[in-house]
C-alpha cells in the first residue's frame, strides 16, 4: 500500500530535500550505497571479487536538467573505468547506465544519451568488459532499445533490461531472446498506470515467470534479476531443463540485499553478480529500495525512532 507513495515520493524535489537534509538518513543509506566515490567503491568490488561474486556498477544519477550534466555522468563512468583497470576482472565487472543521466529526456536526448553512452561502452572494451542499459519508466523504453540494438551493432554484448510488469515485456523478450544477447529480467521498480503495467504482484510474478522462459529457452544469455526465493528455484528448473550450464546464465542482486544467498548461490557454482550504486546522488535509488518492500521501510523508521 505505501509503495505507490513512497514511489511518488522519490518523484518530488521537496521530499528529495527533507530526506537528504534527515541526519538519520545516511547511515540507512549506506546499507544500500556502497560508497559516494569510486575511491570508496574500489574495495568493495575487490571483496566481492574476493568472495566469488561478479559485480555491476551504477554511478548514481538521473533526471538531469542540463547537458553539461550528462557529459559529467559519462566522465564518472570513464573514471571508474580508468579506476577498474588495474583490478583486471574482464566481465566480471560490468556497468549498468541509466540513460536518463546521459541526457536522454532532454531536447535531442536520444541522440545526446546514445553519444554519450558509446563513450563509455567503448572505454569498457577496452578493459574487456561491457555495459548494461538500465531500463527506466515505461516512456523511455523505445529510445532505450533502440540505442541497446545501435550499441550491438559494434558492441554486441551490450546488455538490455527487462522489467515483468509491463504488458508489452513478454514481446520485447522474444525479440531481444537471440544469440549474443544479454537480456536482465526484474520485475520493475516505478510506478507505472495500470494502462501499462500489471497491478497486483502475483500478476507480476506470473508474467516474470512467462518472460524466463522465453529467455531461457532462447539464444541469450539471461541474467535473472531478483532477490525472489521462488523465483531462483524457478530460474533453476528452467535452465535445467533448457539444457543450459551453470555459466549460461546469471543471477543478480543488490548490494545490501540477501547477502547470505549471494554467497550461498555462488557456492553452489552459479554466476553471481551484484547491483552496487555509488555516488552521492542516492535518492531516487534509495526511495524506490524502500518502496519494494515494508522490511526495508521498517528498518529506516526504526532507525528514526531509536537516535
Ligand atoms: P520482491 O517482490 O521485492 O520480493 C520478493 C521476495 O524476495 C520477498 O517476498 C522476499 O522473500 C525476498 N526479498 C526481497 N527483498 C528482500 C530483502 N531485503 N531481504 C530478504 N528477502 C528479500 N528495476 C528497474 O525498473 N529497472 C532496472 O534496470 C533494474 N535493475 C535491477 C538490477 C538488479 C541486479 C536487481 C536485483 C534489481 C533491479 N531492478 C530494476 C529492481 C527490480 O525491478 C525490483 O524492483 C527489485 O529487484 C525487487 O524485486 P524482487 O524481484 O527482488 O522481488
Redesign the pocket.
Known sequence: MLGPVILAASRSDRMRRVVSAAPVTKPVVNRFIAGESVEETVPVIESMAGRGLEV?LDVLGEDITDPTEALAARDAYLRLIEALAPLELGVRAEM?V?LSSFGQALPGGHDLALKNVTAVVEAAAEIGTTV?????DHTTIDSTLAIHGELRERFPQTGA?V?S?LFRTEEDCRALAEAGSRV?L?????KEPASVAYQD?RE??RA?VRCLRILMNGGGYP?V???????IAITQNLALRAGRKLDEYEF???Y???EA?QDRLAAEGHRM???IAYGTDWYGYFM?RLA??P??LAFFLRSLVSR
Open positions: 555491476t549498468s541509466k548494461t542499459l538500465d531500463m527506466e533490461v522489467q510488469y536482465r526484474v520485475k520493475g521498480a516505478y504482484k507480476v510474478d516474470y541474467m534479476g531478483s532477490h525472489d526465493p521462488r523465483l543478480q542482486m543488490l545490501g540485499i540477501r544467498e553478480r551484484v547491483y524506490r519494494e518492500r522490511a526495508n
